[in-house]
């Protein structure tokens, strides 16, 4: 988990250049990255305190769905919106793909 915070990290530099400098494209794309973004720092936030619950007291959470597993089910949700999103943006609207007009 803590390999996936920084590696999200990581990925949300150039992430936030390229949307920084992004010119061409259709209206929704901004749109459509700009919720990317906020989803994948929320993410980023959920998973980092299911990082401090789960290190506080791994013992103590007892039977059934604890907060940690439910901030890991509510993260994995959001990651699959989050890639369909950007899949919408490369794929449909073209954006990092060279050579199309």
């Known amino acids: 988990m803590v390999g996936g915070l920084v590696g999200a990290l ?3 530099v150039p992430g936030f250049i390229d949307l920084l400098f992004y010119k061409g494209g ?8 700009l ?8 993410v980023v ?9 789960r290190t ?3 013992t103590s959470m007892g039977p059934g769905m604890s907060t940690p597993v ?3 089910i509510a993260g994995v949700a959001l990651l699959s919106v989050s890639g ?8 449909v609207y073209g954006v990092g793909v ?3 007009e």
Do not use: D, F
């Open 56 to 58: 506080r007291s791994p």
């Open 98 to 100: 060279e050579g199309r």
């Open 45 to 53: 936030v959920l998973y980092a305190i299911n990082l401090w619950l």
């Open 10 to 12: 990581c990925a949300a």
């Open 70 to 72: 439910l901030l890991s």
């Open 84 to 91: 369909w999103l950007g899949g919408q943006m490369v794929h």
């Open 26 to 33: 259709a209206p929704p794309v901004r749109k459509i990255a």
């Open 35 to 42: 919720t990317q973004m906020a989803i994948n720092l929320t």
